[in-house]
């Protein structure tokens, strides 16, 4: 059963930089496309940013530049470190296997103005 557990979100103010984590067990997680997803209140989900297996990358224009995904294939973990991070940014951050129904249970992100 594969399992994803975030953590790593906050509360931080405009401008500041947090870094979030997510840990995979009971899949081959190297052979895996991993994504990031967000959803702030009222709003649908929506892609983040992702990284394939061979560690190619994709953003969603509202954060190419700011946000970095990556990767850690050794101990099973993609991060996302979020920086110069804006109050539109607020929203609950999950990581997803791309492709399957598998999805964490979230981190709250909150940045103040």
């Known amino acids: 059963q594969v399992r994803l557990v975030e953590s790593g979100g906050g509360l931080v103010q405009a401008g500041g930089s947090l870094r979030l984590s997510c840990e995979a067990s009971?899949?081959?997680?190297?052979?895996?496309?991993m994504g990031w997803y967000r959803q702030a209140p009222g709003n649908q989900r929506e892609l983040v940013a992702t990284?394939?297996?061979?560690?190619?990358?994709n953003y969603s224009d509202f954060v190419k530049g700011r946000f970095t995904i990556s990767r850690d294939n050794t101990r099973r973990m993609i991060y996302l470190q979020m920086n110069t991070l804006k109050p539109e940014d607020t929203a609950v951050y999950s990581c997803?296997?791309?492709?399957?129904?598998?999805w964490g249970q979230g981190t709250q992100v909150t940045v103040s103005p």
């Open positions: 997803t296997v791309l492709g399957t129904s598998a």
């Open positions: 009971g899949i081959s997680f190297g052979l895996y496309d």
């Open positions: 990284i394939g297996d061979g560690g190619n990358t």
